[in-house]
Every structure is written in structure tokens, then in C-alpha cells.
């Protein structure tokens, strides 16, 4: 039976119905195909097929994301969850525009991304939901730059990401600035963490995507793709 949130969602808004098919998944890697044997009013009666387990990429894409002004950042964290990402850390840089400045607006703001994540990862079949953290300051992201290969994106840079060492396993953080880049103190900080600044490629791209672009070449550089 697949009844609450889920249950209502299926059947008055996709309106699946007797014989149609669907795919169930846990959001942390497990799934099993399924088949509609009776529709109510807010849930479904199914028959499930046989579990299957999906393992995680050897390659993690941690993708900080300074935060867009209105809408942007959904459409950010939506791209993102499509191609792939598997963690995605909002992040209070200083040239944003946008400010969740209130412990109200942080909670409202994570709460939208994450329902964003979770809704991208259904459309796109993924059997992982990226996890979206609470926002951070600029400490925080060198901090989590410092323990894992890092990257940074910047216009200014001559280090192309397809030159950048990338690791066969393991965690790779990935650094978004705003609309308005990165600030020198920004890069001196990462950089002090051990970061690598890179381009993604001639033309000057959105924050709402330049990370979803870098994990289109992540995918390829890194075998995640393959």
C-alpha cells in the first residue's frame, strides 16, 4: 500500500491507474519496480516486483552553492539533482544578493531546497535523494574543503577543470560563487584550504548553472558517468 504524501501525490495528481507501472525507491540507493492493482482516492495497492540495490558513485560531487536571488536557487539545486549531485551545501557568500538572514528564513529556505531535491531525484528516476545541509558560512566550506579535493570555479583562472587532479574515489567538493564571483579574501580562503581554482570554459555562466555544467563534466572526467 502506498498511502500519505507519496500515496495522494500518485493518484490525484499523476492519476496512475490499474496496470500502469512505477518505480519505488528508498532515495539512498534501493528501488523495486511496481504495478498499480487498485486505486483509491489517496493511495495505491501495488505489487512489488524484487528489491535491487544501487551503490554510490566511487566519485561523490559535493556541490556548495551560494545562494541565488528568487527563484534561481531551486532552479540551481534542481539542475544539479539532475545530473547527478550528491550533497549540496547552501552557502552565504559575500556577494550575494540573496540573504536568509533570519533563523526563520534559513529553516524556510533549506526546507524549499530540500523539497526541490527530493522532488528533481522523482523526475529524473534517481535512486538517491541528495542530501541538502544547512546553510554555511565561508569557515564552514573551508572546512570542508580542507578534507577533501576542491574546487573552485572562477573566470580568472587559467586551470581549466579538465586539467584539474581529480581522485579515483573519494569526495570532491565543488565551490559556486554568486552572481557577483567570488571575493579575493573568498579565494585566498579556500585556496589556503587547500582548493584548486579552475574555469569551466570560455563564456561567463549563471550561479543557477555553472554547477549543473561542472557536473556534466565531472560525470565524464571521473568516471562517474560510465
Known amino acids: 500500500m502506498l498511502g500519505g504524501p507519496e500515496g495522494r501525490h500518485a493518484a490525484t495528481v499523476r492519476r496512475l491507474r490499474v496496470g500502469e507501472p512505477l518505480v519505488l525507491t528508498d532515495g539512498a540507493g534501493s528501488w ?69 538572514r533570519t533563523p526563520e528564513q534559513v529553516g524556510k529556505g533549506v526546507a524549499r531546497w530540500r523539497s526541490t531535491a527530493r522532488a528533481a531525484a522523482k523526475q529524473a528516476r534517481r535512486p538517491f535523494v541528495p542530501v541538502v545541509r544547512d546553510l554555511a558560512t565561508t569557515p564552514e566550506v573551508a572546512a570542508r574543503a580542507r578534507a577533501a579535493t576542491s574546487l573552485a570555479l572562477h573566470e580568472s583562472s587559467i586551470t581549466p ?58 560525470g565524464v572526467l571521473t568516471g562517474r558517468w560510465t
Open 32 to 100: 523495486a519496480s511496481a504495478a498499480v492493482v487498485a486505486a483509491g482516492r489517496a493511495e495505491l495497492t501495488l505489487d512489488v516486483g524484487p528489491g535491487h540495490r544501487v551503490e554510490p558513485p566511487p566519485v561523490r560531487v559535493i556541490l556548495v552553492q551560494a545562494l541565488p536571488k528568487g527563484e534561481r536557487g531551486e532552479l540551481a539545486v534542481e539542475l544539479a539533482t539532475e545530473a547527478g549531485v550528491d550533497e549540496i551545501v547552501p552557502w552565504a557568500a559575500a556577494r550575494c544578493v540573496a540573504r536568509w
Open 161 to 218: 577543470l579538465a586539467a584539474a587532479d581529480l581522485p579515483a574515489a573519494g569526495d570532491v567538493v565543488l565551490i559556486v560563487g554568486p552572481e557577483g564571483g567570488l571575493t579575493e579574501e573568498e579565494l585566498t580562503v579556500f585556496g589556503s584550504a587547500g582548493a584548486t581554482v579552475v574555469r569551466l570554459g570560455p563564456q561567463v555562466l549563471r550561479t543557477s548553472t555553472a554547477g549543473t555544467v561542472a557536473l556534466g563534466a565531472l
